[in-house]
Structures are given as C-alpha cells and as structure tokens.
C-alpha cells in the first residue's frame, strides 16, 4: 500500500522568503503526483498535478519537481507571503489501485509572518 | 473552472441521526469520492463511485453507505450518526481515467452531539 509522508510537518518563515516543501511516497508506481492547499476549515484547492513523465511544473511563484524513481516531490514557494499560510498536502495517484485512487500525505502547515 | 459543492458547510446532528451529506458536481466527472479528515490521521477514503449507480468502498466504509442515482450528485449518509462520525467530511470529482486531476467541495464540518 502506498505511504505518503511530508516533511517538516510545520513550518514558519518570515515574509520574502523562499521554502520547500517535501513530500515522498513508497511506491514509484504512480500516474501522477498533486499538490494541494488546504486554508483552516475549508477544502482542498488544486495547485499543481505533475504527471509521472515529467520533472516539473510551474504556476505562478510555484514550482513543484517530481523524481518518480527515488518517490520525492518538491513543492518551491518563491517570496513567500502572509497569503501563502495554510496546509499544503501532496498526493499521488497509485497505479497499482483502482481508479488510480489518491493517497495523502498528512501535509505540511505553513505560516507566513510579515 | 470545475465546482465541486457541498450541501452544507456546518451541520450538527444527534446520536442516532440519519444524516445526508450532499455532493454536486458541474463538469460531468465521473468518478466521485468521499474522504473524512481528522487531526493526526489526514484524509481518509470512505466511498467512491466510478458511474451512476456503482460504488466501491473506500479504507473505512463501517457506519457510512452511498448513494449515485445522477451522474453529477454523491450522496454519504450515516445510517445512525455516533460522535466518532464527529469530523471533516470532503467530496471529490475527477474525469474518468486514472491520470487525471482531483477537485474537491469546500468541506462540510460533522459535529454529532
């Protein structure tokens, strides 16, 4: 069974800072791996999806990597803002399961302080 | 853009309720999901369904059953809610396809008093 695990599990930084997030899983059989964000009491917000045959994506001051082979993602946040606080999860389409279903990882809370 | 919508935001139910919770997406997906998030265990898949009338159950279907009688709507219901159904509650969609990008609703927060 796919495990997802994030690192660190909490983060806080000072506005203008650049910070990645981790995230690995145990199987490299995947279809894909997303990044989503999570703002207290509310769902989930697709950022980024990185199918298995690419490396990278960019949106905006995001940059997620993917190394399918070693099971890491990256999740770059250039300048980070206030606005950019909440919890970020990545998770992975798992070829071995039906649907290709989502395994989480628990995410990674980040706050921004000006 | 996709909306995934969930009936309602906060609910608050007695012990032995019969509860429905409500999912409605608008871009023809599908699959559809629903998942519980509690602290320190993260989301966690209930049921899902893959077509109209078709389920699967998920990591944790005990007390829950679906329902998919139109293509765009997922119905969770708790047959007798309990406090420890006491949670998150997240509906998703996705395209049909195993590669392809999850939506969710904005979360419908289960207190069972």
């Known amino acids: 069974k796919q495990e997802v695990t994030q690192i660190p599990a909490a983060l806080s930084v000072p506005e203008g800072e650049n910070l990645v997030l981790n995230c690995s899983f145990t199987?490299?059989?995947?279809?894909?791996l997303q990044w989503f964000r999570q703002d207290p009491g509310k769902g989930l917000t697709s950022l980024l999806l990185i199918q298995s045959s690419q490396r990278e994506q960019t949106s905006g001051r995001l940059n997620a990597s993917l190394d399918k082979s070693s099971g890491r993602s990256t999740l770059y946040i250039a300048a980070s803002q206030p606005g950019d606080s909440a919890t970020y999860l990545c998770a992975v389409a798992d070829r071995g399961s039906t649907l290709g279903r989502l395994y989480f990882g628990r995410g990674t809370q980040l706050t921004v302080w000006p | 853009d996709v909306k995934v919508t969930q009936s309602s935001r906060y609910l608050v139910k007695r012990t032995g309720e019969k509860v429905f919770l409500e999912c409605v997406q608008d871009m023809d997906h599908e699959n559809m999901f629903w998942y519980r998030q509690d602290p320190g265990l993260g989301l966690r898949l209930i049921y899902f369904s893959y077509d109209v009338k078709m389920k699967e159950k998920g990591d944790i279907p005990e007390g829950y059953s679906v329902s998919r009688e139109k293509k765009e709507r997922f119905s969770l219901i708790l047959e007798s809610a309990s406090t420890n159904q006491t949670s998150m509650y997240l509906c998703a969609s996705r395209p049909r396809g195993r590669n392809t990008e999850a939506f969710f609703g904005q979360g419908t927060r289960l207190t069972v008093v």
């Open positions: 199987d490299s059989a995947i279809y894909n």
